[in-house]
């Protein structure tokens, strides 16, 4: 298996710009979460899907952000428009039911100039 | 509020030289207390997971254990390929399957 795949792995953009960062998550598995890590902050859950659907988007920051999982294997993470403390590396990760053991991707480095 | 709080941030040791990281952690309900490693450039790779107070779990040079409010990873005669970020997470009841991480601790074993 390929593992958790994303793209791009680099994304620089300018402010007010729209971004969307893509994930194939493993085959299989049924769980998909988004994070974003920061210096600051560490690991932060933005939200995540079980079986395609929406399951807690409590930690998406703002409306500007947003999420879809048109289906089992890809997923999108739009931010539109996009600042400067948007800069994070944004990372897919997998699971099954019932394991932690998320897998995740190598990240996606987003620069807001 | 659920939090996980690692410490210390920063670790540097000697080849050979063995210490423990901590990761202390305060949820409404435990669903699991896990260890992942971090490279630079990477995403987290799963090492542990522990479920119950007085569970331990090994993997080479590393052993994690966990008591009802903190646990523990062992770093026995490390090498300088063990360098890494060590993050700690903890599962919680409100979300389900999602995980709180600590901010980690970055581990530098010198030669």
């Known amino acids: 298996d390929a593992g958790v795949i994303q793209s791009p792995r680099h994304e620089v953009t300018e402010m007010g710009q729209e971004v969307t960062l893509r994930c194939k998550p493993i085959?299989?598995?049924?769980?998909l979460f988004w994070y974003r890590q920061t210096m600051m902050r560490g690991l932060e859950l933005l939200i995540y899907f079980n079986n395609n659907v929406p399951i807690d988007d409590s930690g998406m920051p703002e409306d500007r952000f947003s999420a879809k999982m048109p289906n089992a294997s890809f997923s999108t993470l739009k931010i539109q428009p996009s600042e400067p403390r948007d800069s994070a590396v944004y990372f897919c990760?997998?699971?099954?039911?019932?394991?932690?053991?998320?897998?995740f991707g190598s990240g996606t480095r987003l620069t807001v100039v | 509020e659920d939090q996980v709080t690692q410490s210390p941030e920063a670790l540097r040791l000697q080849e050979g030289e063995s210490s423990s990281l901590n990761c202390s952690y305060t949820?409404?309900?435990?669903?699991?207390l896990f260890w992942y490693r971090q490279d630079p450039g990477k995403g987290p790779e799963f090492l542990f997971t522990?479920?119950?107070a007085g569970e331990e779990k090994e993997k080479e040079r590393l052993k994690a254990t966990l008591t009802k409010k903190e646990s523990f990873l062992h770093i026995t005669a490390p090498k300088p390929e063990d360098s890494a970020t060590y993050l700690c997470?903890?599962?919680?009841?409100?979300?389900?399957?999602?995980?709180?991480f600590g901010k980690g601790t970055t581990l530098s074993v010198s030669s």
């Open positions: 522990l479920y119950s």
């Open positions: 990760a997998s699971s099954l039911l019932g394991n932690y053991g998320y897998t």
């Open positions: 085959s299989g598995h049924d769980y």
């Open positions: 997470a903890v599962g919680y009841n409100q979300a389900g399957t999602a995980l709180i």
């Open positions: 949820v409404s309900g435990l669903r699991g």
